[in-house]
């Protein structure tokens, strides 16, 4: 027996030890796997956002997705698990916006070029960071084809893909209503808008002979449409077009009456007037019945001079004031306590400020011709929309989610889906591939040639390069052998909070791109909670960080508490307590194996004896346990099948089997002692396979010291059947 058992078993000592053995041995890369490794199985890692470090949920999808690469290497998969990191736009160049207001520096300060210069050493510390934590929780992935959403690769791809979606006329340049967020001066796409719970006032207004509701009044300046459904019969009288000579803030005004089935005949008075400037409700309105649009508030949130004494005010300060002017003018009807969601930008907090602004959009309902389809239900050739693509696709089987019940999520989201924004006012980001000179427009992969140029200040919205993340990844636009293998990709694991910020958009990219799926699973996790059911948060104190985890009790023992309890979808509850129980977990299996191979060293491992039928039992317990735990792994339930093993090597291996066995092994009986010590040996064995997916370290190491192996854990075969009828 080795030595080291007659220590304790100690994660620090041995994780980083084992790690680069594996690195060492070249098969994280699927080109070196042994000849058995024949159909490929891929995934590409969600990149973690080059903003710091990771935190819990990362380790929880890098635990899962590690899980299923090992098994499915173990089964004889060439597997690829491709690694990444986020340029993440908004998010980076916020952080370091911060990091330099600590200076005393604003950007523009720095100008442009500088400024990325910072951002760039920023990104690149932190991915340094980034992936020493993903190597210390055990991940097996294939580092020389590690990415980067803004590295020049991807940046090709980006460019093409751009010019591509132009050229058939789904990129479009146009004055639109976008999300603006005043604080970090940019637009934002609908799914990176947070929204608050505020209590505010609802204020009800005399215009003319109807009466209005708003908890807005600041927006009211330009109003001077009032609405209603053609149904409704209290306002029958009310002719479409009809105007109208009312009071209202700033003086008397004529507003025009405009007949719309949008308008909820229930809510309040039945009649709105609308500020289409500031409200995606009311530019839709407006577009419809092109109406004139007003600008009242301006990009930093402070009002316009069209509102007379108010400009320059914030609207926080403006809006009692004009609620006072309109008293005074005995405007206002009534008063009532508001409690209403207020959208905020996800990354700065500041509140969004809805403006009609040029920027560049993709149409998802534009009809095109889709060249080449493996799309089932879309032929090769057909006139089809992102939109189709984007639900077909689900819709057909092609990709299944799991689980299940997030489908219909999906389809509603795609079903309600508005032209996506794709420019953003930073300078963080692929530049937009667009090029102006006079009156002259240029959209290209490259550069136009010539002098005069002038590239868009813009930057693309982050998701759009990593919309390209499963095939861009793979060398595409380029035909290369990794995008014939490999794409589509088997399964993209993710959190299913961001089922529309990136699985759909993939779906999006590559439907249309390469008329095929990104990937024919989704398996989506859940958040990871606190002990108490509590979202972790700074302001709660109840942060668990993944490296102190793994300082404290190890990798495995980490990663294991991050399974066990919890399915596909569901949120989990963790807590140090949870971390400390499965490092117990680890001594246990130590233990048991410092106890077989102790008292089966003196067995002849080529020997193939006869077992009693006690052993024959034992055997038979343990196919049944494996081809249930099998079962569970192809099936995604990992949380069952980990706290299934955790239980047989537990309470039924440990504390039953070698309870029994150490009378048996002490005994005269040589067949006995024998049959018992193959036993013994072949269910260590077996265990410490079927356990290597959950924890690849202490298994790992207990392998290396069972005399007849010559080779690694990680490849070895996945465990079948022993007993044959």
């Not at 993944?546 to 949120?571: F, H, Q, V, W």
């Not at 509850?573 to 003196?602: H, Q």
Request: proline letters at 4%.
């Amino acid at each position: 027996m080795d030595d080291k058992f007659l220590k304790p078993y100690d994660p620090k000592a041995t994780e980083a030890k084992i790690y680069k053995l594996w690195e060492k041995s070249g098969f994280f890369n699927p080109d070196n796997l042994p000849p058995r490794h024949k159909v490929p199985y891929s995934i590409v890692l969600p990149p973690p956002n080059v903003t710091g470090t990771l935190h819990i949920g990362h380790a929880a999808m890098l635990a899962i997705e590690d899980i299923m690469i090992r098994f499915e290497r173990m089964r004889g998969k060439k597997t690829l698990w491709i690694p990444g990191t986020d340029h993440a736009s908004i998010a980076t160049q916020s952080k370091v916006e911060k990091i330099i207001e600590k200076e005393g520096l604003r950007k523009n300060d720095l100008g442009r070029e500088k400024f990325l210069e910072r951002v760039n050493q920023f990104a690149q510390e932190s991915h340094d960071t980034i992936v020493n934590q993903v190597k210390r929780m055990g991940c097996s992935l294939d580092w020389s084809r590690e990415a980067f959403t803004l590295d020049e690769k991807r940046n090709f791809a980006v460019r093409t893909a751009f010019k591509k979606m132009y050229d058939d006329g789904l990129i479009y340049r146009g004055h639109r209503i976008v999300n603006w967020d005043p604080k970090g001066q940019t637009t934002i796409s609908d799914d990176e808008i947070v929204y608050k719970e505020e209590k505010t006032k609802f204020y009800y207004f005399k215009y003319g002979p109807f009466t209005i509701g708003t908890s807005r009044p600041e927006t009211k300046f330009g109003d001077k449409y009032v609405v209603m459904h053609p149904d409704d019969k209290r306002y029958k009288e009310y002719k479409d077009g009809q105007k109208l000579d009312l009071e209202w803030i700033n003086g008397p005004i004529t507003a025009t009456v405009i007949k719309d089935k949008a308008i909820d005949m229930e809510f309040g008075s039945g009649v709105m007037t609308i500020t289409p400037w500031h409200s995606v409700v009311d530019f839709e309105i407006a577009e419809r019945h092109k109406l004139d649009k007003e600008q009242v508030i301006d990009k930093h949130g402070k009002m316009l001079p069209m509102t007379g004494e108010f400009v320059g005010m914030k609207i926080t300060e403006a809006r009692g004031k004009i609620v006072e002017k309109l008293q005074a003018k005995g405007l206002v009807v009534k008063e009532e306590d508001y409690t209403h969601n207020v959208a905020t930008a996800e990354r700065t907090g500041g509140m969004i400020e809805p403006q009609i602004m040029n920027q560049w959009f993709i149409d998802v309902n534009k009809k095109f011709t889709l060249p080449h389809s493996e799309i089932k239900g879309i032929k090769s050739g057909a006139e089809t929309t992102l939109k189709e693509l984007m639900l077909a696709s689900v819709k057909n089987g092609q990709i299944k989610i799991v689980p299940d019940r997030f489908e219909k999520v999906y389809f509603h989201w795609i079903e309600n889906l508005r032209d996506w924004c794709i420019s953003r006012q930073i300078w963080y980001g692929h530049r937009i591939p667009v090029w102006y000179k006079e009156k002259e427009i240029s959209v290209g992969i490259e550069a136009p040639k010539g002098a005069g140029w002038t590239q868009d200040e813009d930057t693309l919205d982050t998701w759009f390069s990593s919309g390209l993340w499963t095939f861009s990844t793979l060398g595409w636009p380029d035909k290369t052998k990794d995008l014939e293998m490999y794409h589509p990709t088997d399964m993209l694991e993710t959190g299913y909070d961001i089922i529309f910020f990136w699985v759909a958009r993939m779906i999006l990219m590559s439907t249309y791109l390469l008329g095929d799926i990104p990937f024919k699973n989704v398996y989506l996790h859940g958040l990871v909670r606190d002990g108490k059911g509590q979202k972790m948060s700074k302001s709660l104190g109840n942060i668990i960080d993944p490296l102190d985890m793994i300082e404290k009790y190890g990798a495995d023992a980490t990663r294991l508490s991050l399974i066990i309890g919890t399915g596909p979808g569901n949120d989990s509850k963790l807590s140090e307590d949870k971390i400390r129980g499965y490092k117990n977990f680890s001594n246990k299996i130590w233990n048991a194996s410092r106890f077989v191979l102790d008292n089966t060293k003196d067995f002849d491992k080529k020997l193939s004896p006869a077992l009693t039928e006690k052993d024959k039992g034992l055997m038979a317990e343990l196919d049944e346990i494996l081809a249930d735990i099998s079962k569970d792994m192809e099936n995604y339930r990992f949380y069952l099948a980990g706290e299934k093993l955790y239980q047989y090597f537990w309470k039924t291996f440990a504390d039953v089997i070698i309870e029994e066995s150490k009378p048996i092994i002490g005994g005269r009986d040589e067949s006995a002692k024998m049959s018992r010590q193959y036993t013994l040996l072949h269910i260590l064995k077996t265990c410490l396979k079927a356990l290597h997916p959950f924890i690849p370290f202490v298994t790992e190491e207990i392998w290396s010291s069972i005399a007849d192996t010559h080779s690694l854990l990680m490849i070895a075969e996945w465990p079948s059947a022993t007993i044959k009828e």
